[in-house]
């Protein structure tokens, strides 16, 4: 009986590591995506946020994310926690008035960073965000395990700092799926 009480409760416990995370549902239309930027969705999304970052996921983390920031400050970290410091001058930080490609590649470096291999970027475009000049990348890289993913990144700057949005899923069935909707999404990102 002891035997069976605790293969339940392992059960239950496994169970519940597949339940969601239990986020805010991000309905279909405007949304806000920090105290100041705004997307438009056609997809409900489960949004996780910080005081600084929301990540957004359709079938969690590892398969589709929306990584969004409003404001990477000057002098710190691609995706915010760590500042420059002259013991650490170089690395993937923020500086404003970066060239469009300057950032493609901080993005990429931030990426390479976080684990990922093989990072390529593609096609990057200058892109308008309500007045706003920006730009858009496409990319793929692998993760350590080895699973293909790609992705698309969209990035302006305004008075706080730098807006960044990112999206990733794996190249297969995830990505193909749902990247024309997300790239209409990129596009209406805005600063009030």
Known sequence: MKQRLIWMCVLLLLLAGCASSGGRLVQPGANPAGSRLTIDSEMEWTRMSTMRYQLWTIDGELLNRLYLVPAVREGEYIFLGHRQTTRRPDGPFYKRGMRADELRDLVADGLRMSGAVNVVSTNLRPIDFGGREGLRFDFSLSNEEGLAYQGMAAAFEHEKGLA??????PREYYYPRDAEK???MLDTLRWK
């Open 164 to 169: 960044l949005a990112i999206f990733l899923a």
């Open 182 to 184: 997300v790239s209409k």
